[in-house]
């Protein structure tokens, strides 16, 4: 048995660690959305255009309701 742990093994400790220090952790997932908005006039309706994004969607359960919070980065967290 090798003293030191192997390299993926180190990541995903350090992965946990992080996760565990953020702030009010909950369960649920992260997507990243891009894409393009309602408004007819915006930029992102332009041709040549790749639309809005990548925006951070957290989904998660709450009390048996699904909740989506948007926000704009992964640093920001849920508002
Ligand atoms: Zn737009």
Known sequence: MPETLPPQEARR????ERIAAWRDFRRGSITSITGRCGKANCRCHQPGQSGHGPNFRLTRKDQGKTISETFSNPAAGPA
């Open 13 to 16: 400790a350090q992965v946990v």
